[in-house]
């Protein structure tokens, strides 16, 4: 679904994750895309690398952009074709906030996956606010680090009781795949939260992002589990958990980490996994 | 003392002279130097301001007119979408008057994505009541915000300074940059009459009659006709202290010209180069736009005053209509007793070049239709 | 005017090496422009910067097309038609590699210089063995092949500009300084 030749860089985490939703989505898809990594990684016209309809619109609008893509082929009698809102953090936590909560309150029936590579890094590595305590970017450099936690917001999205929503990474692509298959047969706003890790942004060499994407999930900084009905928690098969330390220590971004924040964030992490633990129950999956 | 730095970094620079309090930005491509340059000035603790990571241009503007409500100094940089998506605000800012200083680094608007340079962006912001400078070089970009914030505070209405992306925001290039001590003397702290102030409660904003609006917008046309006198006597002050003279407009050899250009922004920069080449044929003069809000009509007659024929060479395009700095300078000769002809060009959109050679075949070009009146003539890419 | 355009890929410092050189010039004296080329960048892809610069004031503001001097980063980079025709005639060419490259049509009249950058890198463990940092021996070749500018002015540049390993960076413009040679075609 994705031609060669695009302009992600090397080792890029979206490009990967683009690839995955789109063959588990089929062709019977339309892509709207923000402002971010995603719009410029397709290419510039006359080229494009998505072999499916692909729309560009406004930074902050991309989940009600879609919602209106959706509306308007159902109004033309086609109720078959996916709506996929493909944005980044930055269009999706911060500037599309207000466009997100919209669209998911409506209970509007689009496919949104977000690519969180956990900072602007089109325009050159500036904290979103899904950036993670402690991160160094641009506008929070030495001296003034990332002080805030990443914002939750799945929790928020659960909050608006919507009918799916999971995370998965570009570790795991089958469950990647699986997710985006489910979501597929489901009606109402589904939302899929997807890491991706970005050499340039987060500072590590371009081969290491696959691994990095599974230390995230082993380290359970980013477990991955499904939210139904925004009450149902499943967590997802993951590999044996591990410490923090060994995702944080690999990552040039976290490279001021104190032993003392090292702790705390071994303790968060910890707290939060068995919060979720206890939320999830085992699911008997249907084939 | 003589710095080498690009545009974006004269416009931080400037900022951190001014002592800005309180600064609240919104990464965009051309801009994002100057948040990282200031957000890096905060965190070193060379800039004494609070640094307000928004979520969105909107909030930006919003951040910026709560502080200067407060009575704080505040400021915010921004470019095309995102000065578009502050929009509302900049009315409101205005309509509250705000002394905000806004920087906007212009750049072509979506749709399509473009990164390249044209003015449509802040000169679709022309009817917000804000006052509007125009740069060509890093150094008038530096030295705009320094006045403009001191222009602000003594009007009380918000100012944009307008540098246009990579010709002049990526453009790295010697600066004089003033010592703090020189600028507070020129800048002193913001002492606002009107703010939030619990000592002193007021109330802003509120809904008000129509008569009582229609007194304020004239009040608003009189401030801003202020502006203009306001703007010749701190360009002398500024003159005085730092030895560069600015003017709303300026005109730079048109005495005994067949044919002037009148330009704004950098364009200014490329015609002066093509000016300094030797050549033959019909004299070609230059005048200079820096000051666009408000529109500098008298200056503008006086620099056009017996001029035989003009081109006004805008950047921008309101489409239906034509080139947006010649509609206006049209419409400031109606009346003027042997007013020149007047040729509107349009070049440059989406950051096409505009080359010495550009301007001397656009030159020659002009010379041949100066029988006709055409319609805007397009530049040739 | 002197105009100078330098290519490479983008991670190499093609822009830091078009600042260290406007700052070079600057301090013998003249008036400087330094510009990327515009539009997005990303790692690996062929980027270029420019530097002008002139005894007096430039006021012009436009790209540069016929370059007095190109430096290239990548030699690989001449397949992708980086556009040698452009040099202005007499113009020079100066790249990293050890000779000329197949099938380069070097314009009639111009100089080409080499200096083997990477060796330079290698040998002071600049960067690493896959991205060696080679700007800065660039910038040091230049003025070697050159003699617009001194070493001097390079190696303070250097010590201003580079974000780190001050001394290393400096080392690697005075050697390439020294190892620029002309290559007669």
């Not at chain 1, 683009?18 to 923000?34: I, K, P, Q, S």
């Not at chain 1, 499904?226 to 997802?236: A, F, M, R, T």
């Not at chain 3, 002071?124 to 230049?142: D, E, Q, R, W």
Request: proline share 5%.
């Amino acid at each position: 679904m994705v031609a060669p030749g695009h302009f992600a860089c090397p080792g890029c985490g979206e490009s990967i994750a683009f690839r995955h939703v789109l063959h588990a989505l089929g062709r019977n898809t339309v892509v709207v895309t923000t402002a971010g990594c995603g719009s410029v990684v397709d290419g510039y016209y006359p080229t494009t690398a998505s072999r499916v309809p692909f729309f560009h619109c406004s930074f902050g609008t991309a989940a009600t952009t879609a919602a209106g893509v959706k509306a308007g082929l159902e109004m033309q009698g086609d109720r078959r074709t996916h709506v996929l809102a493909w944005a980044g953090d930055g269009g999706t936590f911060d500037i599309g906030f207000q466009s997100l909560s919209g669209a998911a309150e409506r209970n509007e029936d689009i496919l949104y996956v977000c690519y969180d590579n956990e900072a602007y890094m089109n325009t050159g590595v500036q904290r979103s606010s899904a950036t993670p305590k402690g991160a160094w970017t641009t506008t929070t450099p030495k001296g003034a680090l990332e002080d805030r936690p990443k914002k939750n917001l799945i929790a928020i999205l659960a909050a608006h009781e919507i009918p799916y929503i999971a995370t998965a990474t570009v570790a795991y692509l089958e469950d990647l795949e699986e997710k985006v298959k489910r979501a597929k047969k489901i009606a109402g706003f589904r939302f899929i939260h997807i890491l991706s890790p970005c050499p340039p942004g987060w500072i590590f060499p371009p081969e290491k992002t696959i691994r990095l994407a599974r230390l995230a999930v082993t380290s359970r900084i980013f477990p991955l589990f499904e939210v139904e009905n925004g009450k149902e928690y499943s967590l997802s098969p993951m590999d044996e958990k591990v410490s923090v330390r060994e995702y944080i220590q690999g990552q040039g971004r976290f490279r001021n980490f104190t032993e003392e924040e090292m702790a705390m964030l071994q303790r968060n992490v910890d707290q939060a996994w068995d919060n979720l633990a206890a939320k999830a129950k085992p699911k008997k999956r249907k084939p | 003392m003589r710095r080498l730095l690009t545009g974006n970094e004269s416009a931080a620079m400037a900022v951190k002279l001014s002592r800005a309090q309180v600064i609240a930005a919104y990464p965009i491509t051309p801009q994002t130097a100057i948040a990282e340059k200031l957000a890096e000035d905060v965190a070193k603790g060379e800039l004494e301001a609070r640094y307000m990571k928004v979520e969105s241009e909107t909030a930006a503007m919003a951040a910026c007119i709560g502080a200067s409500m407060s009575g704080a100094r505040a400021f915010t940089a921004t470019s095309s979408q995102g000065l578009a998506l502050m929009h509302e605000l900049l009315h409101w800012a205005s309509g509250a008057r705000l002394p905000i200083v806004l920087v906007n680094v212009n750049r072509s608007m979506a749709a399509p994505w473009s990164l390249g340079v044209d003015q449509n962006d802040s000169l679709s912001q022309r009817d917000t009541g804000w006052v509007q400078l125009y740069c060509e070089t890093g150094q008038e970009v530096l030295d705009s915000i320094l006045i403009a914030f001191k222009l602000a505070e003594g009007m009380l209405l918000p100012v944009m300074v307008a540098m246009e992306g990579f010709f002049l925001s990526h453009y790295f290039e010697p600066v004089d940059v003033p010592s703090p001590k020189e600028v507070d003397r020129f800048l002193p702290r913001r002492k606002a009459k009107y703010r939030l102030d619990p000592k002193k409660p007021s109330t802003f904003g509120g809904g008000v009659s129509s008569g009582v609006l229609y007194s304020l917008r004239q009040r608003m046309q009189a401030d801003m006709e202020g502006v203009k006198r306001f703007y010749n006597r701190l360009c002398h002050q500024f003159e005085q202290l730092f030895h560069r003279r600015y003017s709303a407009v300026e005109a730079i050899q048109t005495e005994g010209s067949e044919l002037t250009l009148v330009t704004s922004g950098t364009l200014t920069g490329t015609v002066k180069a093509f000016l300094k080449e030797s050549r033959k044929g019909p004299k070609v003069g230059l005048v200079k736009v820096r000051m666009f809000r408000p529109f500098p009509t008298a200056e503008i007659r006086e620099s056009l005053k017996g001029l035989k024929r003009i081109a006004i060479l805008d950047r921008n395009l309101s489409p239906g209509s034509g080139g947006i700095f010649a509609q206006e300078i049209k419409a400031s000769l109606l009346g003027v007793e042997k007013a020149p002809r007047v040729l509107s060009v349009v070049g440059g959109l989406g950051g096409v070049d505009i080359t010495p050679g550009h301007i001397h075949r656009l030159a020659s070009l002009l010379i041949d239709q100066m029988g006709k009146t055409p319609d805007t003539i397009w530049m040739e890419p | 005017m002197i105009e100078i355009k330098i290519s490479g890929r983008g991670g190499q410092g093609v822009v830091l090496a078009s600042q260290i050189l406007a700052m070079a010039f600057f301090k013998c004296r003249r008036w400087v422009q330094a510009f990327p080329s515009f539009g997005a960048e990303r790692r690996g892809a062929p980027v270029s910067a420019f530097v002008r610069a002139d005894e007096k004031e430039m006021t012009l503001r436009c790209g540069i097309y016929h370059p007095t001097w190109m430096i290239l980063f990548d030699p690989y980079l001449l397949e992708n038609s980086v556009g040698l025709s452009e040099i202005r005639e007499k113009g020079s060419l100066l790249i990293n590699g050890r000779e000329m490259q197949k099938g380069m049509k070097i314009p009639k009249g111009a100089h080409f210089f080499v200096v083997d950058a990477i060796a330079i890198a290698h040998g002071l463990g600049l960067g690493g063995a896959t991205s060696p940092i080679v700007n800065t021996a660039m910038v040091g070749a230049f003025a070697g092949a050159s003699k617009l500018i001194t070493i001097e002015s390079v190696t303070e540049s250097i010590r201003e500009m580079a974000p780190a390993q001050r001394e290393k960076n400096e080392m690697a413009a005075r050697e390439a300084y020294k190892l620029v040679k002309e290559v007669v075609l």
